[in-house]
């Protein structure tokens, strides 16, 4: 380019000290340092700035700084250089208050805003469920009003979207629990009963939680974050104003959608898992199809599906609430938008493997085989 | 004739298969403010952006500071970089920083001045964009649409930058805000002689800053000069853009002023 760069130097002379050259932050990139040091070293009693190239803020302030924060009082100042310097006076007139230093009573206050803001969470969530429920009663009445095209969108991307990537990791659970189980099988010659682990296994616990996980992590996080981009970009508040309820129209379908893509998932997954450790248990104990198959509904009543349909269906209502809970928390940057997605898949998957204990405990007596 | 800070060689741009752009040749030499001023559609922004490489064009060539963009190794790109700085219309601060941290974030990537340096050269930047030292304390969202523009403008300015982009400048201010950001856009590329290119409908913003003004229409430059030679052309898209009663109001307004 024409006016190449110059490099920044400090020229001493009689007790005269003039820099000259590029002092620009761009000049000065690789020169800062020692320019710093003898600037900081130099003894002088006269300035000249009429040898430098060009000066930016940067360099004014290199050489302010030298001068404690006032212009010597012996020195040359060409005319173009004297309003960065006004600036420089300005500036120091009205610094930048320094962020709050945290002490110990910040801590106690962060703590104890920790507790208040678990409680405001649970309100709101209270708050939510609650709008919901009045919104549902006032649907009742008025069936135009169903939010059926968004239900049904959001069925088909929660569900059928989440088909091949359950049936591909029900399927390699499915072979891994059947493998490692037999191993342990053979080894006490009880071969058949791989039927009875596998079928209450899968049916009864992991299907749902399997899902679940999957789900929440899939589908929850979407649904966190469709609705927190909306916040951000108002369209939440759009809705609003056109007399539009956000509950009807953006967290009722997707309650909806959940609720009944659940079980089916569940029961696509479980019965992938089944085929995967069928195929395992014939390749490892030589264990047909057909005995397979047969043996099932014997050894796993017909009480465990319908007690994973229901947990599938539980779980999907509370993963589709807590998204869409979260979501609606987010505040308009990036930063809430990471934190609030991040807290809507760790809070359900925490929740719906609290709420699978609860129906442990509920359901003890109810279809396991004594 | 001084080498032109920024040029455009035969850039054209094609989306799908409709060509936006056939063509385009510009010169912006140093010092200068050139409004780049076009109908909706005309590819205005997309011009803009080609100009800083967050796109490329489709043929053609941008060359900054008389050298091709994209020349030259990773630290040569990066050196070039920083010599050019853009305001995007939303302002597109961080919205996870504190204003002070948005100003001061490239100057710490540069990693040239000190910690103790970088405050006092937010509080310079914050002063010469006419916000209080107090604002550097509030979060993005906490702004006002005047204020987020002057902060981008600081943070723009963080840098030093010898060209400057404005993309919209005065968009969503009202009036008045307008005017002092227009004011306040003149006066510092005046005290720090900056090159500005900005993209702008507003014929107020247009008639106040610009030294020159580039006409997009038909797919490349139709006119490029001063505002008063590029009003005379004789082109209908020109007629109707500032020739309208409304234009013609906003014209006098500026020149009055």
């Given at each position: 380019m024409a006016d190449a760069i110059r490099t920044p130097e400090l020229h001493l002379s009689e007790g005269c000290l003039s820099p000259a050259g590029d002092w620009t932050l761009l000049a000065l990139a690789s020169h800062a340092n020692r320019l710093r040091q003898e600037l900081a070293g130099a003894k002088a009693t006269r300035w000249d700035l009429s040898a430098l190239n060009r000066l930016d803020s940067f360099g004014a302030l290199l050489l302010w700084r030298?001068?404690?924060?006032?212009?010597?009082?012996?020195?040359?100042l060409p005319d173009g250089y004297a309003?960065?310097?006004?600036?420089?006076?300005?500036?120091?007139?009205?610094?930048?208050?320094?962020p709050p230093r945290v002490g110990v009573v910040d801590v106690v206050a962060g703590l104890g805003g920790a507790l208040l803001g678990l409680f405001a969470h649970l309100g709101d969530f209270l708050a939510l469920i609650g709008r919901l429920a009045l919104d549902g009663l006032h649907l009742l009445g008025r069936p135009r009003n169903w939010p059926l095209k968004?239900?049904?969108?959001?069925?088909?991307?929660?569900?059928?979207?989440?088909?091949?990537?359950?049936?591909?990791?029900?399927?390699?659970?499915g072979v891994?629990?059947?493998?490692?189980?037999?191993?342990?099988?053979?080894a006490f010659g009880a071969d058949i009963f791989i039927v009875n682990i596998l079928g209450l296994g899968i049916i009864r616990e992991l299907g749902p939680v399997l899902v679940s996980v999957l789900v929440a992590g899939r589908s929850g996080s979407a649904m966190t974050a469709q609705l927190g981009v909306m916040r951000v970009t108002e369209e939440v508040d759009a809705l609003t104003v056109m007399g539009i309820s956000n509950y009807i129209r953006l967290v009722l379908p997707k309650v909806m959608a959940l609720s009944v893509a659940m079980p089916l998932l569940v029961l696509w997954t479980s019965a992938v898992a089944l085929v995967g450790g069928m195929m395992s248990a014939e390749l490892q104990l030589g264990l047909s199809y057909g005995y397979f198959i047969e043996t099932l509904p014997k050894v796993v009543p017909a009480a465990n599906l319908f007690i994973a349909l229901g947990k599938g269906a539980v779980f999907g209502v509370l993963i589709a609430l807590v998204a869409c809970h979260f979501g609606l928390r987010v505040k308009p940057n990036t930063e809430s938008l990471s934190a609030n997605t991040t807290a809507s898949v760790v809070t359900s998957i925490t929740l719906v493997i609290l709420v699978d204990a609860v129906f442990a405990i509920a359901t003890r007596s109810i279809g396991v085989p004594l | 004739m001084t080498t032109p800070v920024l040029s455009l060689r035969g850039l054209s741009t094609r989306f799908g298969s409709n060509w936006v752009h056939k063509g385009v040749d510009l010169d912006i030499p140093p010092g200068e403010v050139v409004s780049l001023v076009g109908g909706s559609g005309s590819g205005k922004t997309t011009l803009l952006r080609q100009m800083v490489?967050?796109?490329?064009?489709?043929?053609g060539e941008v060359r900054v500071f008389d050298e091709p963009l994209?020349?030259?190794?990773?630290?040569?790109?990066r050196q070039r970089r920083r010599r050019f700085a853009m305001c995007f219309q939303g302002g597109a601060l961080f919205s996870a920083f504190t204003v002070y941290e948005n100003i001061a974030f490239p100057l710490r990537e540069a990693g040239i001045a000190t910690e103790a340096e970088i405050r006092e050269l937010v509080a310079l930047k914050l002063t010469m964009v006419e916000l209080l030292p107090s604002h550097a304390a509030l979060m993005p969202a906490e702004l006002s649409g005047g204020m987020i523009k002057r902060v981008a403008l600081a943070r723009a300015l963080a840098l030093e930058p010898e060209l400057l982009l404005l993309d919209e400048?005065?968009?969503?201010?009202?009036p008045t805000r307008s005017a002092s950001f227009v004011a306040l856009i003149r006066d510092l590329q005046q005290q720090l002689g900056l090159t500005v290119v900005l993209v702008t409908h507003?014929?107020?913003t247009l008639a106040a800053l610009s030294s020159k003004v580039a006409v997009l229409a038909e797919r490349r430059i139709l006119a490029f000069d001063s505002l008063e030679a590029v009003m005379q052309v004789d082109h209908p898209f020109i007629q109707e853009f500032f020739l309208s009663e409304r234009s013609a109001r906003a014209l006098a307004r500026a020149q009055g002023a």
């Open positions: 030298a001068w404690g924060g006032r212009l010597p009082a012996d020195m040359v309003t960065q310097f006004e600036r420089l006076a300005a500036m120091d007139e009205a610094p930048v208050p320094r968004e239900f049904s969108a959001n069925l088909y991307k929660v569900g059928v979207k989440a088909m091949p990537v359950s049936a591909l990791v029900g399927f390699l659970i891994v629990l059947s493998y490692l189980s037999a191993l342990q099988l053979k | 490489g967050l796109l490329t064009p489709t043929e994209f020349a030259g190794s990773r630290e040569a790109q400048p005065t968009a969503g201010l009202d507003d014929l107020d």
